[in-house]
């Protein structure tokens, strides 16, 4: 079957129409539950709209129509009114994270130098810690009720999506007001999603799956956004689960390792039978994740139907397909159990040698100051550089061209050499391990980050070694066993095997 493709009057309809539309029908808007307690502070679509009308103000007193405005701010109330005031002043929103550790610092200053931003639009415990530009905190901007929506074109940029986890430089890719309305529209075609459905969880705003899911299809349906951070989730993996119990119909997205925590964390009894939609996606789908999330909270009645594997990317706004109502679909090929991220909604899909590409209105614009960076083929699909097939007419992803491990001719996927590595012996946390490849006089091979229980132990260190040569025909070049807490995490916390690599191996061989 063909995959839908998105209405006409949907592209051509601005984001801000649907914010207005909203307004004047009433209702819950953005819910944020803070801890302990939990409490939740909630703000209405007109008081959505005042507030998202004082940022526009601002904007428009300090800044021109194409200057980018950073976005720097706590995950509450006040980041969804920023973003959702610089697109209703015609301005370009940079999502970004807050500059939290060296790492965190680091990424905010170069997203900085890539958008020069003209402006930041921030929470009042970071004004000083920002790189030199104009700086607002989101708190001290008082409500308007008169200020207009800017007019804009659908084709012109939105925001800047700055990925995670590169080695280079940042890439915003660019979307378009048109990518963005699309992308939202394909959340609610294939989640069956109304003003009625309850989005929620705690996903990262910077991040494309939070801030689609969390934003921008509430102000597409006029449907009630409840989320918390990331950190309060780590703190207490369960909160999510109530968060969905709290609130039937509700649709929900995290990455994989989410799923292995929390299940880890089930126990406690909830109700879960009227859950919509549980997506997993943002990092590769383990079938061992979605085997044991639904061993662990199926007891509570959560449907198997409920949980979606899905897969998507920054430079395709986010969404590129989903599992349906018939739930996960695992098979086994060549040895290697695979989970299926469904069919394509609204965009599509082809494989050329082996690489997924993708079409569609949510496709992004390219990347901000680089048209030449070869993102596009010549007859313009988005080369997304993984790897996956095609089977009875649902996708699966085996992997990124940039990660493939290649020694004598044989291709691996470092998450099949992580997954043996996890299974190798209890010490070894799971998500905690990357796999990559690496060189030397010897030629190429394999090298490993393990977040163990135990360091410097030869039980565990043997076992794994063991383990990866029975099953890979590998040796390991090297292999490290660390703190879980070491092994480096993109921002949206993925595990990073290029950071891994440059930690302990570099250009030079291994280091401790």
């Not at 200057?67 to 929103?93: K, N």
């Not at 209105?361 to 596009?376: H, I, K, Q, S, T």
């Not at 030629?443 to 030869?458: F, I, K, L």
């Amino acid at each position: 079957m063909p995959p839908a493709e998105v209405p006409e009057d949907v592209l051509t309809t601005p984001f801000t129409d649907h914010l207005l539309r909203n307004a004047a029908a009433g209702g819950p808007a953005f819910t944020c539950r803070t801890f302990p307690g939990p409490s939740d502070e909630t703000l209405s679509w007109p008081q959505v709209l005042d507030r998202v009308r004082g940022v526009a103000r601002e904007l428009r007193r300090r800044t021109r129509p194409g200057d980018r405005v950073a976005i720097v701010a706590r995950q509450d109330l006040g980041y969804v009114v920023a973003f959702l005031g610089t697109l209703y002043a015609g301005r370009i929103a940079v999502p970004l994270s807050v500059p939290t550790g060296r790492s965190g610092r680091a990424r905010i200053e170069a997203a900085f130098a890539d958008a020069t931003p003209a402006a930041c639009l921030t929470s009042k415990a970071f004004l000083e810690k920002l790189p030199p530009v104009v700086a607002l905190a989101i708190e001290d901007i008082s409500p308007d009720d008169v200020e207009p929506p800017a007019e804009v074109a659908m084709a012109d940029p939105a925001y800047l999506q700055y990925t995670s986890g590169s080695t280079r430089r940042p890439a915003g890719a660019v979307i378009s007001h048109r990518a963005l309305v699309a992308a939202c529209w394909q959340t609610t075609e294939c989640y069956h999603a109304d003003a009625s459905t309850h989005l929620a969880g705690w996903v990262p705003f910077f991040h494309d799956m939070g801030l689609v899911l969390l934003i921008g299809t509430p102000v597409f349906l006029g449907a009630h956004s409840v989320f918390f951070t990331p950190m309060e989730f780590v703190r207490d993996p369960m909160r999510w689960i109530r968060l969905l119990a709290d609130h039937p119909g509700a649709i929900t997205a995290a990455p994989n390792f989410a799923f292995d925590l929390v299940a880890e964390a089930a126990g406690e009894p909830v109700d879960l039978a009227h859950v919509n939609s549980v997506l997993n996606g943002s990092e590769p789908v383990r079938a061992a994740s979605v085997e044991g999330f639904h061993r662990a909270f199926a007891p509570f009645g959560l449907p198997r139907g409920a949980i979606k594997p899905c897969y998507g990317l920054a430079e395709a706004t986010v969404f590129v397909a989903s599992a349906g109502d018939e739930g996960p679909t695992v098979r086994t090929f060549d040895g290697r159990e695979l989970v299926s991220v469904g069919r394509p909604y609204g965009q599509r899909i082809r494989i050329v040698d082996k690489e997924i590409q993708v079409a569609g209105p949510n496709v992004a614009d390219g990347y901000w100051g680089r048209p030449d960076d070869g993102l596009f083929t010549e007859d313009g699909w988005l080369r997304t550089g993984d790897l996956g097939f095609e089977h009875d007419g649902l996708l699966y992803v085996t992997g990124r061209l940039k990660d493939l491990i290649i020694v004598d001719g044989r291709n691996h996927y470092p998450q099949d050499v992580e997954a043996t590595v996890e299974a190798a012996h209890p010490a070894i946390r799971a998500g905690r391990v990357a796999a990559f490849a690496v060189g030397d006089s010897r030629g190429e091979g394999v090298a490993v980050v393990a977040g163990s229980a135990v360091q410097d132990d030869d039980e565990v260190a043997t076992a794994v070694r063991r383990a990866v040569s029975a099953g890979h025909d590998l040796p390991l070049r090297a292999l490290w066993l660390v703190r879980p807490g070491a092994v480096p995490r993109t921002s949206s916390g993925k595990v990073s095997r290029a950071a891994a690599r440059d930690r302990w191996w570099g250009e030079n061989g291994p280091h401790d």
